[in-house]
């Protein structure tokens, strides 16, 4: 098992040679091209901005995913769906989603946080070239909740959710999984597992599966 160094050049090593909990490669940077070319293969970016100065990069063997065919909506989900009370949109507030993340329960204050101001650029650059995306859930004109991740064909890459209010997470995974359905998306991949998002569907399959859909 080893850690790679990346460098200028474009490139990242074979997952399998990894480490157990799927760090491959460290430093290169994020912009838009390399991370295009991560997510194409599965990696992604993920350290804390307080304590690292390089990218740290993983790629998981086992993949927590959501199938939007598969997605659970539970019968409290489905009752407050159906009342109305709050609005759900996509990328109507790219920038209030991320900076939401980023900063919902004081999280930029914690030790590991990692969603700081070079991801933000980042991320909000993917999304001004098309490549991300943001699902807003809004009570009358407050953004209470939302997520936003990187949208490449038919998968999407599940990078952070937040919410103000009771529920609004799980409302803006249900749109996004909807909207998935309708256009023809395959996947949305969690990249991480939390009982969370078990709860709502999540569940592992193996790298070379999830390379094969994502790959379509």
């Known amino acids: 098992m080893a850690v790679y160094q990346l460098d200028k050049d474009l490139w990242f090593p074979d997952p399998h040679l990894g480490e157990d909990d799927g760090l491959v490669a460290v430093g290169g940077d994020l912009s838009v091209d390399r991370l295009l070319l991560a997510y194409s ?64 329960q004081n999280r930029h204050q914690e030790e590991g946080a990692w969603l700081g101001p070079d991801i933000i650029k980042a991320y909000t650059e993917l999304y001004r070239q ?13 953004l209470v909740g939302g997520l936003y991740g990187v949208n490449l064909g038919n998968a999407f890459f599940g990078e952070s959710m937040f919410s103000l209010v009771p529920s609004a997470s799980k409302l803006a995974l249900i749109h996004l999984a909807r909207i998935m359905e309708l256009l023809g998306g395959q996947i949305i991949d969690c990249q991480l597992e939390t009982p969370h998002l078990r709860s709502m569907g999540g569940r592992f399959i193996p790298y070379e599966e999830y390379l094969q859909i994502i790959r379509k």
Request: net charge negative; glycine share 6%; charged share 20%.
């Open 41 to 104: 293969n599965g990696f992604f970016p993920w350290f804390s901005f307080k304590n690292q100065q390089e990218p740290l990069w993983f790629c998981p063997l086992q993949r927590f995913v959501i199938f939007p065919s598969e997605i659970h909506v539970s019968h409290s989900m489905q009752q407050l769906i159906n009342k109305g009370r709050y609005k759900l949109t996509m990328n109507e507030d790219f920038d209030g989603v991320i900076r939401g993340c980023a900063t919902a």
């Open 130 to 142: 098309g490549f991300a995306a943001s699902f807003e859930v809004w009570d009358d004109d407050r």
